[in-house]
């Protein structure tokens, strides 16, 4: 689905698990025309088949049908973990939204509904979630259950975020994804939503994204980021006035005079991020604020089939 039509889409609803719902709805329903084709049709009940697993629970009727191999999935099966973490710190809430601006073109907004968007998901497929929110402070953990009241209790503290904005409040990644890392006791999925805006040293940023790996976990890091402001560095050619949010500090400038030299450090910086990643053996996505949440859900189901 383009992201205009997802746009269209969800801009008549306001409520974030309708939201999510609707863009999940929309996604399935076009699969048909992806890689995941016949992966719908029995949504939950199925898995992909993995070669070397016992093939006595392989579907053979959805094999006729799609030309895939799918195996029945039943209820005590053991299903994914996954745990999403929200970076909320000041930083995050940029751009400021103007009356009538859709929240999902925030950095926040935008992770958030992505998050609640990969609950619905995890949910149609049985799937345990949890949940931790950071910025200077280790604000929320919730552990990994699949329960309608602990996604119930999950997406209440999303709305949370929207709601309550981070003035002037600094970013402590590497601090808060040691402790994160440290809660992690079974092997599960970790999905991370974060500017990677960090002050201090970068080496031991790449080393807190590490540890998330330790126990054989699967690290999935979506770099957020407003691809106009930030990368593009797109203003008009007044003089401005920029500020902080996390520390407050102002500097005045023109944009047009330091806009080669930003973005040649901007790409340096996301280069290393994404090298430092694949180094890692972190799955690394770059996403743009709005509504190409597609790309969230297909890198998820393709890092879940490789789960394993």
């Not at 970068?202 to 994204?209: P, V």
Request: proline residues 2%.
């Amino acid at each position: 689905m383009r992201i205009e039509q997802q746009k269209e889409l969800i801009s008549g609803f306001k409520h974030l698990e309708l939201l999510a719902n609707q863009v999940v709805e929309g996604f399935i329903s076009g699969m048909h025309k992806s890689p995941f084709h016949g992966f719908s049709a029995e949504f939950a009940e199925h898995k992909v088949y993995n070669k070397g697993e016992s093939t006595k629970h392989i579907d053979w009727k959805l094999f006729a049908k799609t030309d895939r191999l799918y195996t029945k999935r039943y209820e005590e099966e053991t299903n994914l973990r996954c745990h999403l973490i929200i970076d909320n710190s000041s930083s995050m809430h940029f751009p400021q939204l103007q009356s009538g601006q859709p929240f999902y073109e925030s950095k926040i907004g935008f992770s958030v509904l992505a998050s609640a968007v990969l609950m619905n998901l995890l949910k149609k497929q049985r799937d345990a979630v949890g949940l931790s929110v950071f910025s200077d402070t280790y604000e929320y953990y919730a552990p990994e259950k699949g329960s309608d009241r602990h996604h119930r209790m999950i997406l209440n503290k999303l709305e949370d975020l929207l709601e309550n904005s981070k003035v002037a409040k600094p970013t402590e990644t590497v601090t808060f994804l040691h402790q994160i890392a440290e809660k992690m006791h079974r092997r599960s999925m970790i999905i991370l939503f974060t500017d990677m805006f960090q002050d201090g040293d970068e080496e031991k940023l790449f080393n807190a994204l590490q540890h998330l790996k330790h126990n054989k976990h699967k690290v999935v890091l979506f770099h957020v980021v407003d691809e106009k402001r930030e990368l593009n560095f797109d203003f008009d050619n007044a003089p401005r006035k920029f500020v902080d949010v996390e520390s407050g500090e102002t500097v005045n400038l023109f944009a047009e005079n330091i806009k080669e030299v930003y973005e040649k450090n901007v790409d340096t910086y996301f280069k290393k991020v994404a090298m430092t990643c694949a180094q890692n053996k972190i799955k690394y996505v770059p996403v743009n604020v709005g509504a190409n949440f597609e790309k969230i859900l297909t890198t998820y189901l393709v890092e879940k089939q490789m789960f394993g």
